[in-house]
């Protein structure tokens, strides 16, 4: 059984070495202190039997929420806690938030997971991932991407940006 509770500072050990694991470019230690420091913004942990196994940051920009990390132990993955702490994050953002998300077009698994909640692709950033170079699919979660549509997508300003 999956507990999702809120994130706090004496998680981040444990947040580290998850994210070691699972990306190839990690997070700092800074950049999660900063993301916890921040009170409007949603910090999820995952707990199974005493230990974390998951995590999210979600940050909120004027009226708009990124979700800026979802993460869980390489190991226990493909067993809906990702999923749970992503049901968290939206139920807390409402059905009327709009959330966006980056990830990599090589992540079917996680594209396909962001689709079942109604996000859809909107455009792209070029060379994001500092890894690979590899560009970053934006995606969108609204009222009009529920219905299938991008009709609210706030409109791509970054000169970066590629709409699709």
């Known amino acids: 059984m999956t507990e999702i509770r809120r994130l706090v500072f004496a998680d981040l050990p444990n947040v580290i070495a998850i994210e070691r694991r699972a990306f190839p470019t990690p997070w700092s230690l ?26 999210t940051i ?16 390489p190991d226990l993955q493909r067993r809906g806690i990702a999923t749970a702490l992503i049901t968290e ?26 689709e079942k909640f109604g996000f859809l692709a909107a455009g792209t950033r ?4 500092q890894d690979n170079g590899e560009d970053a699919v934006i995606m969108w979660r609204t009222e009009a991407t529920l219905r299938g549509s991008l009709e609210d997508v706030p409109a791509v300003a970054a000169p970066s940006v590629r709409a699709l």
Not at 126 to 129: E, L, S, V
């Open 89 to 114: 994050v939206l139920e807390r953002v409402g059905d009327d938030g709009q959330v966006t998300l980056e990830v990599r077009p090589t992540n079917s698994g996680a594209i396909a997971l962001y």
């Open 30 to 55: 800074a950049m999660f202190v900063l993301e916890l420091s921040k009170p409007e913004g949603i910090c999820l942990a995952a707990q199974s039997n005493g230990h974390l196994v998951g995590y």
């Open 126 to 129: 070029p060379r994001y991932y």
């Open 58 to 73: 979600c940050s909120r920009f004027d009226q708009v929420w990124h979700i800026m990390n979802v993460s869980v132990d």
